[in-house]
């Protein structure tokens, strides 16, 4: 079992950045691929980046490709989301999983899920 925390999301102007921050509890962090999805209003959760449990390989959607970054560190159990450049239609939601195999861009293949962080942009 993992337990994740996200932190970090809040309300930021069109064109700011934020740090978000996952912290992971329970078994063998490093064990696990890693993922940021988001949710908005009204819409499915989305893929945003993944990050392999080495951390040597990083995948991002394409909306968001170019802005954000995925990144962890093993030592403290944590994986990060540093978000440039926000726009208004990145206001969501933003979730982070854990998949116990591989790194990947589709939902249902993550185990283990935080409860969210709010992020909204405004124009």
Same mark, same amino acid.
């Given at each position: 079992?993992?337990?994740?925390?996200?932190?970090?999301?809040?309300?930021?102007?069109?064109?700011?950045?934020?740090?978000?921050?996952?912290?992971?509890?329970?078994?063998?962090?490093?064990? @696990?691929?890693? *993922?940021?999805?988001?949710?908005?209003?009204?819409?499915?959760?989305?893929?945003?980046?993944?990050?392999?449990?080495?951390?040597?390989?990083?995948?991002?959607?394409?909306?968001?490709? *170019?802005?954000?970054?995925?990144?962890?560190?093993?030592?403290?159990?944590?994986?990060?989301?540093?978000?440039?450049?926000?726009?208004?239609?990145?206001?969501?939601?933003? @979730?982070?999983?854990?998949?116990?195999?591989?790194?990947?861009?589709?939902?249902?293949?993550?185990? @283990?899920? *935080?409860?969210?962080?709010?992020?909204?942009?405004?124009?």
């Amino acid at each position: 079992q993992v337990q994740l925390v996200e932190s970090g999301g809040g309300l930021v102007q069109a064109g700011g950045s934020l740090r978000l921050t996952c912290a992971a509890s329970g078994r063998t962090f490093s064990n @696990y691929a890693m *993922g940021w999805f988001r949710q908005a209003p009204g819409k499915e959760r989305d893929f945003v980046a993944t990050i392999s449990r080495s951390g040597g390989s990083t995948n991002y959607a394409d909306s968001v490709k *170019g802005r954000f970054t995925i990144s962890r560190d093993d030592a403290k159990n944590t994986v990060y989301l540093q978000m440039n450049s926000l726009k208004p239609e990145d206001t969501a939601i933003y @979730y982070c999983a854990a998949n116990l195999a591989y790194s990947t861009s589709y939902l249902n293949d993550y185990d @283990y899920w *935080g409860q969210g962080t709010q992020v909204t942009v405004s124009s």
